[in-house]
């Protein structure tokens, strides 16, 4: 991936930023159109929970393969046109998983999204780090991240908004998202008209260091600590949120389909406001990696208390989306500051791979115990081994986020607890 460089302050980055986040807004709706038909799909044509777990499990398997070589295609092409061809095979993908018939092509479908899902997202962000000067690509990439939560709050809260295609089956919703990827495609193409006519015009150019695989051994222990936390928090709110939970809600809680949309929604829904304001404090105050330990507590919790109580879905609805505010906002910033510029590529790329395995797994496993449980709903007990599943994950995510405390409240930190901004890395 291409390190942010000092670009010219031109009106049209806010241009820029606009469309890629239409982009990457439509990616997100896309990735999470399963979770809303998942009970249509169980009803109307069968599937088991482990089907409709492979459906998301499978979009992973690509950034396995190609995560570590994305950075280098984007170097390579251009972030401009790497997003226009990302995009086009998201459409081909999510025109195939509506299409949806016999199983295997919606596995197909999902696989090729897949693709297109794991590079729009680094490419998007590169060209915004092209557009924007060093002073104000951490606002630029706060806004990229909140504004493709508006993709999944959309999705999410459709069984409301667009519940007339609902009513007439699983397909129409897919094709739906399909619509709103070819949206996404229009988008990525104003901004490679754009990136094409005026910044190449000018002569910008990027480079990156030459990759080495064994750099990938030279991370110290904070490193290796917050990946823990990137790839153990990603393999527990991802796979709920966007394959389980909605059902869930219908099954365990008595929800209708388009309540427990709604309700999934508005995790997504808080994001979008939240993460920014948390980046901001996070700069303001410091105790990153505190703040990593208080939002990762919050995802247990959250199991607990849904599973164990009878509280209103209102208090795990909160739970889980400040911490999926939290969480995020300082993250990624954290992971640059622990990682040297010239090595953040590599560092990404791995994080990024073996987040995807863990999605991948933990959607198999999830869906697994479900059947093994024959969970459903005439027998919403059979859900209790999943949510078993995912408090122990999670109790590891916070076990790595607070060795990563711990470690960084110690002389050998990286200064992730100053309440002030760091320009250089020493990992």
Not at 15 to 23: E, F, H, K, N, T
Not at 247 to 264: D, I, S
């Amino acid at each position: 991936m291409q390190a942010p460089r000092t670009a010219p302050a031109s009106p049209l980055r806010w241009l820029v930023l606009a469309v890629a986040a239409i982009a990457v807004s439509s990616s997100y709706y896309e990735s999470d159109v399963i979770g809303s038909v998942a009970d249509l799909l169980g009803r109307q044509r069968g599937f088991s929970q482990s089907q409709i777990g492979m459906l998301n499990a499978v979009m992973a398997y690509p950034n396995v393969a190609l995560a570590l070589i994305n950075g280098v295609l984007i170097d390579r092409f251009g972030a401009a046109r790497m997003s226009l061809w990302a995009a086009a095979i998201g459409v081909a993908g999510a025109a195939l998983t509506a299409f949806g018939q016999p199983y295997e092509t919606m596995v197909a479908g999902r696989f090729l999204f897949g693709i297109s899902e794991g590079a729009i997202f680094i490419a998007l962000l590169a060209g915004i780090a092209q557009w924007f000067p060093r002073t104000g690509i951490a606002l630029a990439a706060a806004l990229y991240l909140s504004l493709a939560r508006v993709g999944s709050y959309a999705e999410n809260s459709s069984p409301v908004w667009a519940h007339s295609a609902f009513e007439r089956g699983w397909q129409a919703p897919l094709w739906l998202g399909a619509g709103i990827t070819v949206l996404g495609l229009g988008a990525a193409l104003v901004y490679y008209c754009i990136d094409r006519r005026y910044r190449a015009a000018a002569g910008a150019a990027v480079g990156s260091d030459r990759f080495a695989w064994r750099d990938l051994l030279k991370f110290d222990s904070s490193y290796w600590y917050i990946l823990g936390v990137h790839v153990l928090y990603a393999a527990v709110f991802f796979p709920f949120r966007q394959t389980f939970a909605v059902e869930y809600f219908q099954h365990v809680k008595g929800l209708t389909l388009q309540q427990a949309g709604y309700f999934n929604s508005l995790v997504f829904l808080a994001a979008i406001f939240a993460t920014p304001l948390f980046g901001l404090l996070a700069d303001r105050l410091g105790h990153r990696a505190l703040m990593l330990v208080l939002g990762t507590v919050l995802l247990p919790l959250s199991f607990v208390v849904l599973g164990v109580t009878t509280y209103s879905l209102w208090v795990t609805t909160v739970m889980i989306g400040v911490s999926w505010s939290l969480v995020p906002a300082v993250i990624w910033p954290a992971t640059t500051l622990i990682v040297a510029p010239r090595r953040l590529g590599s560092a990404l790329g791995l994080i990024t791979l073996i987040q995807a395995l863990g999605i991948a797994l933990s959607n198999h496993a999830a869906g697994a115990l479900a059947d093994l449980a024959h969970a459903g709903a005439r027998n919403p007990a059979g859900y209790s081994a999943m949510l078993w599943f995912f408090f122990l994950i999670s109790l590891l995510a916070l076990s790595s986020a607070l060795l990563l405390w711990r470690r960084e409240a110690g002389p050998e930190g990286h200064g992730l607890e100053d309440a002030r901004k760091l320009t250089h890395a020493v990992a």
